[in-house]
């Protein structure tokens, strides 16, 4: 059975920092493609960043809106992607959710509320 496990959300002040990760198992990790995606109230799901899988070098991809503010980076051997977030504004609240895709899979996790408010 896949399962990804998200972890690390939370309520911060502006400015603050969280880490979120996301632990996989059930796949053959280092092989997918893996992703930080967030949804807002009443908005539609967007990427925020991904990080290629071991035969493509890891190579990053980031939304302009967090660029220079978030890191995305993987352990393969703890089959664990994390998402190294600084410098939060209040717009930067959603449900953060976790994917790993291949070329014939697609899997989710269950989404960790970041919520950034004085």
């Known amino acids: 059975q896949v399962v990804l496990v998200e972890s690390g959300g939370g309520l911060v002040q502006p400015g603050g920092s969280l880490r979120l990760t996301c632990t996989a198992r059930?796949?053959?990790?280092?092989?997918?493609?893996m992703g930080w995606y967030r949804q807002a109230r009443g908005k539609q799901r967007e990427l925020v960043a991904n990080?290629?899988?071991?035969?493509?070098?890891?190579?990053?991809g980031y939304a302009d809106s967090v660029k220079g503010r978030f890191t995305i980076s993987r352990d393969n051997a703890k089959n664990t992607v994390y998402l190294q977030m600084n410098n939060l504004k209040p717009e930067d609240t959603a449900v953060y959710y976790c994917?790993?895709?291949?070329?014939?899979?697609?899997?989710w996790g269950q989404g960790t509320q970041v919520t950034v408010s004085s």
């Open positions: 990080i290629s899988n071991i035969s493509s070098g890891g190579t990053t």
């Open positions: 994917n790993g895709k291949s070329r014939f899979r697609d899997y």
């Open positions: 059930g796949i053959f990790f280092s092989f997918f493609d």
